[in-house]
Every structure is written in C-alpha cells, then in structure tokens.
C-alpha cells in the first residue's frame, strides 16, 4: 500500500516530453522485465492506434538505445517511445496521471509499481504466468475488484489493450470503476490489513501455546 503523498502541482505532458494529445501506453517497470514478444505487443499496438506512444522508465541508456533500435527496426519511429527519467516518489506518483494504461510486462509483473499506478487511478492490464513473481498483478486487480483487466493470454492481452484504446465509453467506464474501487475495495483498506495480521498473528500465537503442530490457515 503506497503511504506516499502525490505532488500538489499539476503536471503537464510536454513537462515530461508527452505530446498534448494521444493514447499514452505506459510501462514502468524495469527495463530488464521487458521481454521480446512482450516488447512485440507493445510495438504493434503502436501501429494500430495513431498518435498514440510508449511510456517507459528511462534509467539505462543501453536499454533506452537498443528499444529504439528495435522499435525502428519494426517500422516504429524511435520517436514514439518517451522516456521517463527517475525522480522523487512524490512527482512520479503524480506524472501517472498523464498516462492511458499501464501496460504489465510478463514473466516479470510489476509488483510497487503496479500498486503505485492503481493508487494513481491509472488502470493496469496484466496477463498472469505461473509463478509467483507473474501473478503479483493479477491479484492486485482481483483486490482492487478489476479482474477484466486480467488476460488470459498474450493475444487477449494485447486484443484487450487494443479495445481500451479505440472505444472512449470502455475505457471511461474502467477509469470509473478504478476511482470508486480505489477507496471501497480491500486493495488500499490499510485499517482492514492491519486487522486481519493481528488476526493471523494471535492464531499463531495460539496454535504455539497449545502445542499445536504449524500448519495453513485462512483469516476470515
């Protein structure tokens, strides 16, 4: 759960090189999480939708050098991917909300950042792999009550896409859901985490004092 404080200043796009208008996808994961034929999604649905561009971390020049290449390698002006330098959590947190949809990378979910994006408003579409560190999202979006951002595959992950960024009233209505969810479902309800820890603690302690073996349980 993020405890930061957003920066009170608004920020414009062309502050932080984003065109005034277009679809912003946005990924700010680590450039290392960036795999091939996720980075080949993420390149076609520039194709697909005008003037729309790529929003990605910019901390690794070698990274930043070799997704332009590839990118124009594909047909893709370089000019298409923005890239965001790091700087304090508080201007991050608040830059998000110049963003269209987080884009999550696979097999490597984004973990913070993914819950800093959601706290933003900024709807985030996954596609869960098979191990822990690939399913780190998908369970954020069933905490936050938005598994239809959850794809089953890469093809439904960039279909999905796809659809949120040529029909205005379904991407709307996500953004909706996402700002009424943020503050009523369990996702951000720290008082209720707190709750059910205590909760997992005293059976513990519980289970230890009267000599019971360890073993799973689930709070209520």
């Known amino acids: 759960v993020t405890g930061v404080q957003t ?7 062309t502050e932080v090189g984003l065109p005034d208008t277009g679809f912003v996808f946005c990924s700010f994961n680590n450039t290392y999480k960036i795999m091939p034929d996720v980075f080949n999604v993420w390149l076609r649905l520039l194709r697909r939708v005008d003037d729309s561009v790529l929003w990605l971390l910019g901390d690794n020049q070698h990274a930043t050098e070799n997704l332009c290449r590839e990118a124009e390698a594909q047909g893709i002006s370089p000019k298409r991917l923005v890239f965001a330098p790091r700087m304090n959590p508080e201007d991050h947190l608040a830059r998000q909300r110049l963003a269209s949809l987080f884009l999550d990378t696979l097999p490597y979910n984004a973990h913070t950042t993914a819950s800093d994006a959601l706290w933003m408003g ?7 792999g098979h191990t822990f560190p690939g399913r780190v999202a998908a369970s954020l979006l069933n905490a936050i009550g938005l598994p ?3 794809a089953n595959s890469l093809q439904e992950y960039e279909a999905l ?7 205005t009233t ?12 943020r503050d009523t479902f369990p996702l951000f309800d720290t008082g209720r985490f707190t709750r059910n820890l205590e909760a997992a603690f005293a059976e513990m302690w519980r289970r230890h004092e009267n000599g019971e073996l360890p073993e799973s349980f689930t709070v209520p």
């Open 7 to 13: 920066c009170s200043l608004p920020i414009s796009p």
């Open 122 to 128: 900024l709807p985030v579409l996954t596609c869960p």
């Open 148 to 150: 239809e951002l959850i």
């Open 161 to 167: 896409a796809l659809v949120l960024a040529r029909d």
């Open 170 to 181: 379904s991407f709307a209505a996500i953004k909706r859901k996402l700002a009424t969810h």
